[in-house]
């Protein structure tokens, strides 16, 4: 008996019935990002970190010290894994299928988040590039700053549903929309 099994992203039914055009301000839902948890080993985390800077096609989060998060949104996790098995010292975990990946960007964007988080998100003291660990709504997330008025939330899958309707009632003043991401 052969078996089918089929993606469905956590967020699908939250999604339905956002097909409009995206406002100035929106929040896009990646499909299949490839998520690594990477830990260096006692003593390597300098040289961890600069082989992660070398993995194509992905961008480094800061978690805690000599802890990552490796991000791709265009490779599949299968060719991330095979450029984090090449680095000595580091451990890897692959969490593709734990966690959701939520873009949110506009000129309202902080505005936005600052409902949802305690930080400073000015861009004197978030940079872009920045990221870190945070409460946002009540869920554990890593957040980044990936643009001026853009940022990336990675979140455990099983709070994605919690967290995407909290950002959308945050983000109702600001006509906040909300779609599956094109790329």
């Known amino acids: ?10 967020l699908e039914d939250h999604l339905s019935g956002f097909e409009a055009n995206a406002n100035p301000n929106h929040l896009s839902v990646v499909r299949r990002p490839a998520i690594f948890s990477v830990l260096a080993h006692r003593g390597q985390g300098a040289a961890v970190r600069t082989a992660l800077s070398s993995v194509a096609d992905t961008h480094i989060r800061d978690c805690g010290p000599e802890e990552w998060l490796l991000v791709s949104r265009t490779s599949g996790a299968a060719a991330v ?9 580091a451990s890897h975990v692959d969490q593709s299928d734990g966690r959701v990946l939520i873009e949110i960007h506009g000129p309202s964007v902080r505005r936005i988040l600052a409902r949802c988080v305690a930080l400073d998100l000015h861009s004197d003291v978030f940079v872009i590039g920045a990221s870190t660990n945070a409460l946002c709504c009540h869920v554990a997330v890593n957040l980044a700053r990936t643009g001026d008025d853009r940022f990336e939330i990675v979140a455990p899958r099983s709070f994605a549903g919690s967290l995407f309707e909290e950002l959308m009632e945050m983000g109702r003043e600001f006509a906040l929309t909300a779609s599956f991401s094109r790329d």
């Open 81 to 89: 894994e095979t450029g984090v098995a090449e680095i000595a010292g």
């Open 1 to 10: 008996m052969s078996l089918a099994l089929f993606h469905r992203h956590v």
